[in-house]
């Protein structure tokens, strides 16, 4: 193929830039084409691709959670540098919060997954996982190993460390400071750098990878003054090709942690915060840290042998970046590079450091396959791969470029085959070539949905898929691919049973159950079935009907009597059936839980949700007279129809205009009501006039950044006659067993003597927090603020939570009462 002007198919500034080129490949002096403009975004992108070829080095941050890697770092030392940037994070951070949505644990680990991967395409890094669990805040690394075991957490990283390679090694996380998955990391990862160079430790892995020495290991220096060897990265720099700073790209990319927001909506005035970052360890005959280093990098070299063979092409002995507008000039360097085998070496030289001749190679590629304008993608498809139905998968090449492209092969990967698919074995500018898969995906196939379920079992992201072609430009061959992961699920998929677990108390145990089910049809054809429901002494079913890729809300009603009884401790079984046999292609297990737990009759409870529907069920499963509430009611509706009215948790948080409706709330209570305020974060709560944020409770509380992390810390009763411990229910310690996740955070450190203390709770070895549960008069109602994370326990089912949340919207009374 040649690069002759097509002038007669577009006569456009590409066309012109294609003619300046030809004339250039026949021996003349290349001129600029000074109307050639390509997008900007292309130009990033060509910049990015050249600008990695001069850095062969590969930094890796390590990191406890999603958003506690540095992104400032990584965004500067990949974008600017060029460096081949990893992050590896100890767990999914599914034992936070969820400031945007109702999705918690496994759940929310998904979503702080898919959060992360879209943080680390802004950095320009590649994110990786240790899968341990995120059991929620600790405060010691050795809750942490007890939960994850120091010894596993070390071999993770090891083998993550010998598969990566990385040159240096950088992490927020200290041993000592903050939560305690951060002290485990920050300890472990001290270990790792010396156990992956050792080839005693863990010997089983190296049959799979080799022992690797990193070169550095820094730890993020706390203070101004940090002592000892550091370097420094700024990212208030501008970057000359996206035209703004690394900050603010590093601040787009946190912002991508929606989860745990709120973040900064700009960079501060004053710029983006400067990393300095402390040298911790060596290995042996590395060269020193200069002084003023301003990357982790700074003075390391490669053996000469390898350095000689990773030489970046140049344009009259300038770097390609500086040619990024006349990018067919670009091209022509890329060609004569893959022409004179760059990035390649005899194999002896290769077998020192193959990952390094590997990662540039497939760069070379890569700068080949943007220069060119081309790109591979994969097509499923239908909703998701079924085990033992047929899938149809397009693999296509483009040509966005402006020359034509010879293709070699086009390789599909997947599925348990490795196939060459048929494809045409050319493509003009501006032309797609696509190859068509057609396989049967293997009844062995494991499912990947739901994606909570496999968390941790390495499926998270879908059954991968790839596709590779092998291209020429002019004789000169280079490789694209694409790699996607695909979901496998069952024909018909449950994708959601609510409630789960469904909980009934003494009020609502007669009742018909009842649940929302969505199901969606992945087949290619429509299913018609039965959607059924069964359990001790229940059962029923109906028909259903579904196009493909069909979702359909249905619900189901389950009539049944006293099932109180049989209810404790059992379950019922939501699956869709073929209709003969009655065989099931899938299932939801939904655990029935009994609640002692009984309300004052003739309550009438308003609510006002914060970020998920636990309030809405817990009061449907108490059978309370209960309506959600909006702002908009909150700042006009009559509030004098409500005996309590609930705040759920970080109230003002998420609804910030409630800052503002805050007097009407205090007139309710005033008036008779009593208001239920469940806890908010000490930014969210405490007076701030720079916020325009008053005290918000009737008389102070200022609540602080305490926790109570141990499921099982002991629970005080202060006032053991006080109606919240008795009324309707009477409060035991039974029901404070089998607690979830915590007992409560951001306790009150301080409070006004109006209000009685009930409970006090601590963790082993601390003092008492007697602030956790607060209740005053005021007026003629009442006012009540707790940080206990009730909401946790009524999410989960445990039937002490609602005894107590039956007794916390049952107290006081209306004066009419
Ligand atoms: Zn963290």
Redesign the pocket.
């Known amino acids: 193929m040649k690069l002759v002007p097509q002038i007669t198919r577009i006569f456009s500034p590409i066309a012109v830039a294609v003619f300046v080129l030809a004339l250039a490949a026949q021996g003349q002096q290349p001129q600029r084409a000074d109307n050639a403009q390509p997008q900007p975004a292309d130009n990033a992108q060509l910049h990015q691709a050249v600008l990695d070829l001069t850095n062969p080095w590969t930094v890796m941050c390590v990191a406890?959670?999603p958003?506690?890697e540095d992104g400032s770092s990584l965004t500067v030392l990949r974008r600017k540098y060029g460096v081949h940037t990893v992050s590896l994070f100890s767990t999914f951070g599914e034992g936070g919060q969820n400031a945007v949505g109702p999705e918690l644990y496994e759940e929310l680990g998904v979503i702080r997954a898919r959060e992360t991967m879209a943080a680390a395409e802004v950095q320009g890094s590649e994110p990786y996982f240790l899968g341990f669990k995120d059991f929620g805040f600790s405060k010691s690394a050795e809750e942490t190993f007890r939960a994850w075991g120091e010894r596993e957490l070390l071999r993770r990283m090891v083998l993550q460390i010998r598969r990566l390679r990385p040159d240096t090694i950088i992490t927020n996380h200290d041993t000592t400071s903050g939560?305690g998955?951060?002290q485990a990391t920050g300890r472990v990862i001290l270990q790792a750098f010396d156990a992956a160079a050792d080839p005693k430790q863990f010997p089983e892995q190296l049959k799979e990878v080799s022992v690797w020495q990193v070169q550095r290991l820094f730890v993020r220096s706390r203070g101004a003054d940090a002592a000892g060897q550091t370097f420094t990265i700024d990212p208030n720099e501008t970057d000359p090709v996206r035209g703004t700073t690394y900050a603010q790209q590093a601040l787009a990319g946190l912002q991508k942690h929606a989860t745990q927001g709120p973040w900064p909506k700009t960079v501060p005035a004053g710029g983006g915060r400067i990393s300095r970052y402390t040298l911790v360890k060596q290995a042996p005959n590395t060269p020193a840290l200069p002084a003023g280093a301003k990357t982790p990098l700074d003075g390391l070299k490669l053996p000469e042998q390898i350095a000689s063979r990773l030489v970046a092409p140049t344009i009259d002995g300038k770097p390609l970046t500086e040619f990024i507008d006349r990018r067919l000039e670009v091209l022509v360097a890329l060609m004569n590079a893959r022409r004179v085998a760059a990035f390649t070496a005899p194999q002896d030289v290769v077998a020192l450091d193959p990952q390094r001749f590997k990662l540039m190679s497939s760069r070379l590629d890569k700068a080949l396959a943007v220069a060119t304008g081309v790109a591979v993608n994969l097509n499923p498809e239908g909703s998701a791969l079924v085990p033992g139905e047929k899938a149809r998968i397009t693999a296509s090449i483009s040509n966005n470029g402006v020359g034509d492209i010879q293709i070699k092969q086009l390789t599909f990967r997947g599925l348990g085959v490795d196939t060459k698919l048929k494809v045409a074995d050319k493509m003009l500018p501006g032309t797609e070539a696509t190859g068509l898969v057609e396989v049967t995906t293997p009844r062995t196939t494991n499912f990947t949905v739901p994606a909570a379920e496999h968390l941790y079992d390495g499926r998270l992201f879908g059954e991968p898929l790839a596709a590779e072609a092998e291209l020429a430009v002019e004789g000169v061959n280079f490789t694209a691919r694409t790699e996607i992961g695909r979901e496998v699920a069952p024909g018909v998929e449950i994708l959601e049973v609510a409630p789960v677990p469904y909980v009934t108390t003494p009020a609502t145990s007669q009742k018909p159950l009842e649940f929302k089910v969505r199901l969606q049809n992945h087949l290619a054809t429509p299913f018609r079935g039965l959607l059924r429901v069964r359990g001790p002494n229940l059962e029923t079913g109906r028909e259903i009907e579904l196009q493909p890729e069909q979702i359909d809300a249905a619900n189901i009603v389950v009539r049944s009597l006293a099932l109180t009884g049989l209810m404790q401790n059992s379950n019922v079984d939501v699956t869709v059936d073929w209709p003969n046999p009655k065989e099931p292609i899938a299932k939801q297990v939904v655990p029935l839980i009994y609640a002692e737990a009984i309300v004052v009759a003739g309550r009438k409870v308003g609510y006002l949700p914060s970020y998920d529907k636990t309030l809405s069920r817990a009061l449907t499963s108490l059978g309370v007279d209960a309506k959600e509430l909006t702002i908009d009611d909150i700042a006009k509706s009559d509030l004098s129809v409500y005996n309590t009215i609930v705040l759920d948790n970080r109230p003002y948080e998420a609804h910030p205009e409630l800052v503002g409706l805050n007097d009407r709330l205090l007139k309710f209570v005033e008036d008779g009501g009593t208001l239920l305020v469940f806890y908010s974060k000490t930014n969210e709560w405490n007076p701030d006039p720079s916020r325009n944020r008053p005290q918000l409770a009737p008389y102070p509380i200022i609540v602080g950044d305490e926790r109570v992390t141990e499921e099982d810390a002991p629970v005080t009763f202060l006032q053991p006659r006080n109606p919240l411990l008795n009324f309707p229910n009477r409060i035991t310690q039974a029901d404070f067993a089998n607690w979830v996740q915590e007992r409560g955070l951001y306790f009150p450190r301080e409070w006004d003597p109006h209000y009685t203390a009930v409970l006090a709770t601590s963790d082993k070895g601390e003092q008492p927090l007697k602030g956790g549960l607060l209740v005053a008069p005021y007026g003629r109602g009442n006012y009540i603020y707790t940080s206990f994370v009730w909401y946790r326990q009524l999410r989960a089912g445990l039937p002490g939570g609602y005894r107590m949340f039956a007794n916390l919207i049952s107290y006081g009374r209306r004066k009419e009462d």
């Open positions: 406890a959670h958003d506690d939560h998955q951060h």
